[in-house]
Nanobody, 120 residues
Framework: VQLQASGGGQVEAGGSLTLSCEAS????????MGWYRQAPGNQRELVAT???????NYADSVKGRFTISRDIAKNAVYLQMNSLQPEDTAVYYC???????????????WGQGTQVTVSS
């Protein structure tokens, strides 16, 4: 499984960006795709996820500003980011979580990361 992310860049505070990620390879059934981010000196943190059954989960810090969506047919996930703030600056990673078939838990796949920089 491979994840290809795109759409990062640099914007001023209050601006918008859209991240895209498409998964390829062999995986089937229910899954979740989403975005995590890691700022320098910080641990990687959840931004937003969305399952194949449209259950979404957002970090409190992005609720009301970011919107996650999916195109199931394309195995793609998108993150519309509005009202960006300097504290949103980080490397954003696309994630695919697929339930394991032989034991409890999920297997995580990660994209290469895309830089988002918000200037004040």
């Amino acid at each position: 499984v491979q994840l290809q992310a795109s759409g990062g860049g640099q914007v001023e505070a209050g601006g918008s960006l859209t991240l895209s990620c498409e998964a390829s390879g062999n995986f089937f059934g229910m899954n979740a795709m989403g975005w995590y981010r890691q700022a320098p000196g910080n641990q990687r943190e959840l931004v937003a996820t969305r399952t194949t059954s449209s259950v979404t989960n957002y970090a409190d810090s992005v609720k009301g500003r970011f919107t996650i969506s999916r195109d199931i047919a394309k195995n793609a996930v998108y993150l519309q980011m509005n009202s960006l703030q300097p504290e949103d600056t980080a490397v954003y990673y696309c994630n695919l979580a697929v339930p394991m078939t032989d034991r409890p838990g999920v297997r995580d796949f990660w994209g290469q990361g895309t830089q988002v920089t918000v200037s004040s």
